[in-house]
């Protein structure tokens, strides 16, 4: 009976911990996304609004919901001036994260 009941506590531990892993390759790639942008925003000195429909359809496809780009730089700024891309949503719908990437203009 002891040996069943440990047995069903690391059935419960390991789905916890896949659960997990999920969430942080979820978010990593959501940092490599924002990685691919803030580099594209640089080059151009904003976030474009082709680029942003592009990074919203990438960005569901990751499962990200509730996405909000408050605080990225959507105006062209001059060469040298600071840009942001800053990346709110949900994963899975309850874990709310933020992802913030701050670079110079290189246009």
């Known amino acids: 009976m002891l040996t069943g009941i440990c047995m069903l506590a690391m059935l419960v531990m390991m789905v916890s911990c896949f659960e997990s892993v999920e969430l942080l390759n979820q978010k990593a790639a959501v940092g490599q996304l924002a990685r691919k942008y803030i580099l594209q925003m640089e080059a151009y000195g904003y976030l474009s ?10 960005l569901e496809a990751l499962g990200v919901t509730e996405i909000s780009y408050e605080g990225t730089s959507f105006n062209e700024v001059s060469y040298g001036d600071p840009i942001v891309l800053e990346i ?6 309850e874990y709310g994260f933020a992802e913030k990437r701050v670079s ?4």
């Open 49 to 58: 609004g082709e680029a942003r429909t592009a990074l919203s359809v990438e």
């Open 88 to 93: 709110k949503g949900k994963l899975k719908g």
């Open 104 to 107: 110079t203009a290189k246009n």
